[in-house]
């Protein structure tokens, strides 16, 4: 088993790799937990119908008291009315603070399950077994947990690091197409960030990531992590460093809010964000043509984006008005000489936002 490790406080954690890891995830559990432990495994009808009774079965061999706590599917159930009730069904059951908080599912339940543990009687044990590919290579990693509120997304919520992340590839085999795409853009940018290795492999290798090739998979899985362990060791809290996981982040998420959250997974609004960043990039002479070609072909070969159909004008209006924008000030991530090294940018011109946004929708016009 590949174990890589997370250095932030409280604790260390391991990031645990293994295909098949579910089948054993009682075992290194019941290691961290101990035996008789209640668990609260917190997922969605669709992953507990594929691999909750595989997760259930091995917790309760190695000794772990399991209890299931489904929530709705989906982005619009992160929400306070959700923790809420979740809270609420353990106090039904008896949870105390001994018990912990197992999340199994994607982003989104990493994230309300991930806030339950931090708030539950002022915090339970909280352990992640990310089911998506962007929630092991993004989601599960860096102790972010939080929930929406009606003024945008991940307006409320904690840090809380878990005890441990478990991560099985082979429960990608049942992930829509879509979605498993959407997950390797995420990728494609721990690349561009920081480590160029991983971005030439993806380049190399696109044909046998697409097909889900185990080895080619966890190569990719693991390099993610392995940088944003890396970067949240160095920069926990999101002062400077941290930041860097932005890139392609400010447009995508203009990109997301302008279309209602609606016409773009999340990986691909940061695709085209990415993209745009690339273009503001050459435009400002960070990178060279040849470098900002490569980038945009590694992002397209990994599939077709939703068409980008925005106003420049109000997606740049966005940008300015986000809500987590520091007092109105964009920052950008862009790329810096070559790939594998970006630096944080702020006072590009608006006329150079417009045009990259424009590009964007050329593009992807075709
Ligand atoms: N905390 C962080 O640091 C961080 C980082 C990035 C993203 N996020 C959050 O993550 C969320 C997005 O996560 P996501 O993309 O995983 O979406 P998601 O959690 O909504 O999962 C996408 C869909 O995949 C299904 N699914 C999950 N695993 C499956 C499997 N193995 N087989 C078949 N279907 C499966 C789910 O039922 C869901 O319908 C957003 O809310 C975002 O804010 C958090
Ligand atoms: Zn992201």
């Known amino acids: 088993m590949k174990r890589i490790k997370v250095q932030v406080a409280p604790r260390h954690y391991d990031v645990m790799m293994e295909r098949g890891l ?209 970067v949240v060791a160095a920069d926990e809290r999101e002062g400077g460093l941290r930041r860097i996981l932005n890139f392609g982040h400010t447009l995508g998420h203009a990109l997301e809010a302008e279309t209602g959250y609606k016409h773009f997974l999340h990986g691909e609004a940061v695709a085209w964000g990415m993209i745009g960043a690339v273009r503001i990039a050459q435009a400002t002479k960070r990178i060279t043509d040849v470098e900002a070609e490569r980038i945009v072909r590694a992002v397209f070969s990994f599939g077709g984006l939703p068409e980008v159909k925005v106003s420049p004008k109000k997606v740049l209006a966005r940008l300015v008005s986000d809500k987590k924008s520091q007092a109105g000030v964009v920052h950008f991530i862009l790329p810096k000489s070559k790939i594998g090294a970006v630096e944080v940018v702020t006072g590009i011109p608006d006329s150079v936002v417009l045009d990259a946004i424009d590009a964007l929708r050329r593009l992807s016009a075709g």
């Not at 105390?96 to 539950?120: E, H, P, Q, S, T």
């Not at 939080?146 to 429960?171: M, R």
């Open 22 to 230: 579910i089948d054993h995830a009682g075992r290194e559990l019941v290691r961290l937990l101990g035996k008789g432990r209640r668990c609260f495994v917190v997922t969605v009808l669709q992953v507990r119908k594929l691999w909750g009774g595989k997760l259930e079965a091995s917790l309760t061999k190695a000794g772990l008291r399991v209890e299931f706590l489904e929530m709705g599917d989906g982005e619009t159930h992160k929400n306070f009315r959700t923790l809420e009730s979740l809270a609420e069904r353990m106090v039904a059951l008896g949870a105390d603070r001994n018990c912990a908080v197992i999340a199994l599912g994607g982003g989104v339940v990493g994230d309300v399950a991930g806030f339950l543990a931090a708030c539950y009687m002022r915090g339970v044990d909280f352990v992640q077994i990310p089911t998506t590919l962007l929630a092991q290579v993004d989601a599960s990693v860096g102790g972010k947990t939080g929930v929406n509120l009606k003024a945008g997304k991940n307006l409320a919520g904690a840090f809380h690091q878990p005890l441990a992340v478990l991560i099985d590839s082979d429960v990608l085999a049942t992930l829509p197409e879509r979605e498993f795409r959407a997950g390797l853009y995420e990728s494609v940018k721990c690349g561009v960030i920081g480590d160029a290795a991983l971005f030439r492999f993806m380049e190399a290798n696109s044909e046998k990531v697409l097909r889900r090739d185990g080895a080619a998979l966890d190569r990719v899985i693991a390099a993610s992590v392995k940088l944003k362990a890396r």
